[in-house]
C-alpha cells in the first residue's frame, strides 16, 4: 500500500478539512503553480506525490508533425507544465545526420513530431521555472532511446547538465527527505529519470511504467490491470507509474476517456483509488480533471502522515539546544539573533525521520554527536551550510547523510572536494578500491566534513596538504572538518549524551531518549547512578518486579525553584528482555547495549504546567571489566500538563 500503517497519523485522518474550493481552484494561474502554493505538498517525499504526466509528451497537436496514430496530446510540452502537468514521459531518437546539434535528439512516438530535447523539453522546463519562481517541481523521464550509441549517451547527458544547470537537478541523494527539505537546502526543482544503465550520478532511475502491454484493451479490461496494479507494493525510491492510455480500435488512435480518468482517480479521502497510485501518465491529459484530483489526493496523503514542520530556535523554544522531536521531517534553521551555542539531535523520534540543520548566522554552533552515528564528540555547523540526517531506528542513532566517494584506481589518489550543497562526504577504502594515501581536498566550504572508513585488509593513510599523515587500517573510522581553511581530525566521544525532549506543543503526555553503547560479546553491561538519590550506584544482579528503574530527578520549575521529576531506566542487550537499568546480566543473542530513558506523565501526575529543564549524570558500567566505564549525560526539558492551582 502506499501508506504504511505506521506512517498514517489516525488524528490527521479524522481531523483533515480540505477547502475544495480553493484545491479545485482551475484558474489558469493557479494551475502553473499548484504545488508552490498548496504548501503541505511540499512536505512529501519526491517518490510520495501523487504526480500528473502526460504520455508521450513531445508528441502533440502543437508540433510541427502530427498523426492520427501518433499524436497523444493536445498542447506542447511548455503548455502541458503551465496546464498543472508535473511528469514528461520522453521517448528519444539520436540522428548523427542532423543539421544541427540541437536537432540530433528528437522526440518521437511512432513518428517524429519536430520537436527535439533542446528546444522543446529542456528551453521550455527553464522558461516554465523562470515564469513560476523555481518553485515547482518536474520530473523528466527519459524512457526510450532509439539509435543511441555510448557517444550519443554522454552528448545527451551533458546537453541535460549544461541547459538546465546542474544546480537546479535534484539527485536521487536527496529521495529520503521531503520537497521542502530539499528546496531549504538549494534551487532545486527538476528530477532527470533516465532509463539507461549508464547514467550521470545526478540522475534517477527510469521511471517505472506499469502497462498492459496490449495496445488495445477495453476499458474494463485496462482498469482491471489498474486494479492488479494498486495492490503491487513499490520499492522504496523508486518513481513508479501508471499507463493509464489505451488506443481505439479499428482505425488506430489514443482514445480520450477523459470522464473515465476523472472518475477513477476522483479524491475524496484517504481512502480513495488514487491513493493507490503515484506518476499517473495519460493521453489528452489536459481533457480530464487528474491534476485538480492530483492536487488534493497529495493534501489528502500529507495531512495523513506524522507532522512535518521548519523551526528555529525561536520558534521551537530549544531550550538548553534541544531540538524538538516528534517530526518526521524536520528543518531547523539558524540565523544572526536566533542561533545557539549547542545543539542536540532530537529524542521521540522514528526510523528513518529526517532532520535538516542550516545556518545563516555569523557564529559557528557545535552540535553534540552522542546520538549519532560517528563517534565524535560534536560537529560544527558553520554559516552557509546545511547539514542532512536520517533517524536509524535499529541503530537508535542519527546517521549523516553524505555523499559517497571512493578510489577509482590505485592512482586515483585525490578525495573528492565537498561543496555547499553537498558539504559532507564519505570517503570508503575496500580491498577493490584502496589507495595507500589518500589526500584531502585543498579547499572546502567552512564547517564540511569528511568521514573516512576502510574495509580493506591493507593499511592507508588519510593525508592534507600541511603534511600530517593519519593511519587508517580495517574498521576505522576518521572524521575531519575543515575549521579556519585547515582540515581538523575530530576526537573521539567520551562522554555519551541523551536529550529527553518534550515539546510544548500538541498533547504529547510522554518522551523518550535513548543510545546504543557497542560492547563485547557476553559482556555484563548496565548503567547507574553517581548520586545514590537519583537511583541505584551499583550494578545488581538481583530479579525486579519491573523492568525499569524509576530515578528520582531534580530541575528547574517553570518559576526558578528546584523540582523533582521520576524517569524510568531501561536496559537490554541485543534480543534479549529489558530490564532494569543496573542489571547486568549478559545476553546470548547480542552485545550492544540500548539504554533508554522515558518521561510519563502518569508518573508525574503533580507537576503544574510549565517548561522544567534540568540535567544529570550516569554511568555505565561492566561487572567483567572494572576498568571500563563512559560516562552519559542525560539532558531533560518537559512540559508539566496540570493547571494551577491547589
Known amino acids: 500500500m502506499p501508506l504504511k500503517d505506521a506512517e498514517i497519523n489516525e488524528t490527521n485522518i479524522n481531523e483533515i478539512q480540505i477547502n475544495d474550493a480553493e484545491i479545485n481552484n482551475t484558474g ?31 508528441v502533440d497537436q502543437e508540433a510541427n508533425y502530427t498523426s492520427t496514430y501518433g499524436t497523444c496530446q493536445d498542447f506542447s510540452p511548455f503548455n502541458q507544465l503551465i496546464r498543472g502537468v508535473r511528469v514528461l514521459d520522453l521517448r528519444v531518437e539520436f540522428d548523427p545526420t542532423a543539421k544541427t546539434r540541437q536537432e540530433r535528439f528528437q522526440l518521437v512516438h511512432h513518428i517524429r513530431s519536430g520537436r527535439n530535447i533542446k528546444r522543446d523539453i529542456l528551453d521550455q522546463v527553464n522558461r516554465f521555472h523562470q515564469r513560476t519562481g523555481g518553485k515547482e517541481l518536474v520530473i523528466l523521464d527519459f524512457h526510450t532511446f532509439d539509435k543511441f550509441t555510448p557517444a550519443a549517451d554522454a552528448e545527451l547527458q551533458t546537453l541535460i547538465k549544461s541547459t538546465l544547470g546542474t544546480h537546479t537537478l535534484i539527485a536521487p541523494y536527496y529521495s529520503p527527505f521531503t520537497l521542502k527539505q530539499i528546496q ?21 532511475g527510469g521511471v517505472n511504467q506499469r502497462w ?39 482505425i488506430p488512435s489514443p482514445d480520450d476517456f477523459s470522464n473515465k480518468v476523472s472518475e477513477w482517480f476522483a479524491s475524496k479521502d484517504i481512502h480513495s483509488y488514487i491513493q493507490k497510485f503515484w506518476i499517473i501518465n495519460t493521453d489528452w491529459t489536459t481533457r480530464s480533471y487528474i491534476v485538480g484530483n492530483c492536487r488534493h489526493a497529495n493534501v489528502v496523503k500529507a495531512a495523513a502522515l506524522r507532522h512535518a514542520k521548519e523551526l528555529t530556535p525561536t520558534n521551537s523554544r530549544a531550550v538548553d539546544g534541544i531540538i524538538p522531536g516528534h517530526y518526521r521531517a524536520l528543518i531547523f534553521t539558524l540565523s544572526d539573533g536566533h542561533g545557539c551555542q549547542e545543539l542536540l539531535l532530537p529524542s521521540n523520534v522514528q526510523d528513518k525521520d529526517t532532520l535538516i540543520i542550516r545556518s545563516t548566522a555569523a557564529l559557528n554552533t557545535l552540535i553534540r554527536a552522542s546520538n549519532l552515528d560517528l563517534d565524535v564528540e560534536h560537529l560544527t555547523l558553520s554559516k552557509g551550510i546545511s547539514l542532512l540526517f536520517i533517524y536509524n531506528g535499529e541503530r537508535r542513532r542519527w546517521v549523516l547523510h553524505s555523499i559517497l566517494d571512493k ?13 555547499l550543497t553537498n558539504p559532507t562526504l564519505t570517503y570508503q577504502l575496500s580491498d577493490r578500491a584502496w589507495v595507500k594515501t589518500a589526500f584531502l581536498p585543498n579547499t572546502a566550504p567552512e564547517g564540511a566534513i569528511i568521514h573516512a572508513i576502510s574495509y580493506t585488509r591493507q593499511s ?49 503526555t510522554f518522551s ?76 546470548e543473542e547480542g552485545s550492544s547495549l540500548f539504554f533508554s530513558v522515558q518521561y510519563h506523565h502518569s508518573d508525574n501526575r503533580s507537576l503544574r504546567m510549565g517548561e522544567y529543564t534540568g540535567e544529570f549524570t550516569l554511568q555505565a558500567r561492566d561487572n567483567k571489566d572494572p576498568n571500563w566505564m563512559l560516562p552519559i549525560r542525560v539532558v531533560v526539558r518537559i512540559h508539566g500538563r496540570r493547571l494551577p492551582g491547589p
Open 28 to 58: 489558469f494561474n493557479d494551475w502553473d503553480r499548484w504545488i508552490s502554493k498548496t504548501p503541505d505538498i511540499q512536505n512529501l517525499r519526491i517518490e510520495q506525490l501523487i504526480l500528473p504526466g502526460t504520455h508521450n509528451s513531445g
Open 460 to 508: 592507508a593513510e588519510i593525508a592534507d596538504s600541511q603534511g600530517h599523515r593519519y593511519p587508517i587500517k580495517r574498521n576505522d573510522s576518521l572524521v575531519f572538518t575543515m575549521l579556519n581553511k585547515q582540515w581538523q581530525r575530530l576526537g573521539k566521544r567520551s562522554v555519551e549524551l541523551i536529550s529527553l525532549s518534550q515539546s510544548s506543543m500538541g498533547d504529547s
Open 184 to 204: 531549504a537546502i538549494g534551487p532545486m526543482n527538476t528530477v532527470i529519470a533516465y532509463n539507461r544503465g549508464t547514467r550521470d550520478t545526478l540522475f534517477w
Open 212 to 250: 498492459k502491454g496490449d495496445f488495445s484493451p477495453s476499458t474494463r479490461e485496462l482498469k482491471k490491470f489498474m486494479d492488479a496494479v494498486a495492490l503491487e507494493t513499490k520499492p522504496e525510491g523508486q518513481l513508479r507509474s501508471i499507463q493509464c492510455a489505451k488506443y481505439n480500435k479499428g
Open 512 to 587: 523518550e531518549g535513548q543510545i546504543r553503547i557497542a560492547r563485547p560479546a557476553l559482556s555484563q553491561s548496565g548503567v547507574v547512578a553517581l548520586d545514590p538519590t537519583v537511583g541505584p550506584t551499583q550494578l545488581s544482579n538481583l530479579p525486579s518486579d519491573k523492568p525499569y528503574t524509576t530515578l528520582n530527578v531534580c530541575v528547574t520549575s517553570p518559576s526558578g525553584s528546584p523540582a523533582t521529576i521520576q524517569l524510568r531506566a531501561y536496559r537490554s542487550i541485543g534480543s534479549c528482555r529489558t530490564t532494569p537499568m543496573s542489571e547486568y546480566r549478559h545476553c
Open 407 to 419: 578510489p577509482a584506481d590505485s592512482t586515483d589518489v585525490s578525495i573528492a572536494q565537498p561543496t
